[in-house]
């Protein structure tokens, strides 16, 4: 029962989170490694590929920064994926696991990129 507890508590915090999906759903690392090349890559290639960015900030040397945040949350059973099962008693076993990636990426004075990193944590 505590078990059960823990993962719908999980999955409601994340749920309230304030990160925004982003729209075409392609953000990865693999499509960073493969779309990104620094001095050479413009911000109209990245708004092609990732879309909108949830933030865009300006760092110390005044280059602007573009944000993306993605979570997604992963629950269900052994044998269906994406499907939540409250009551116990089933016999059925439940997983949930959640995923978020954050992909920062520098431009330079012509609107190139400079630099990118992203990080990306499961739990």
Do not use: H
Not at 2 to 12: A, D, N
């Amino acid at each position: 029962m505590r078990k059960l507890l823990g993962i719908l508590l999980c999955v409601t915090l994340i749920g309230c989170a304030s990160v925004q999906p982003i729209q075409k759903g392609n953000l990865t690392p693999g499509m960073a490694k493969t779309k990104i090349i620094k001095g050479q890559t413009t911000q109209n290639e990245i708004l092609e590929v990732f879309g909108a960015p949830n933030i865009v900030t300006k760092n110390k040397s005044g280059n602007e920064v573009w944000t993306y945040d993605k979570a997604s949350v992963e629950t269900g059973t052994s044998d269906v994926y994406g499907t939540i099962i409250i009551a116990g008693g089933t016999g059925s076993r439940t997983s949930t696991s959640a995923r978020t990636f954050t992909l920062m990426i520098e431009f330079d004075d012509n609107e190139m990129v400079k630099d990118y990193s992203y990080r990306s944590a499961a739990f």
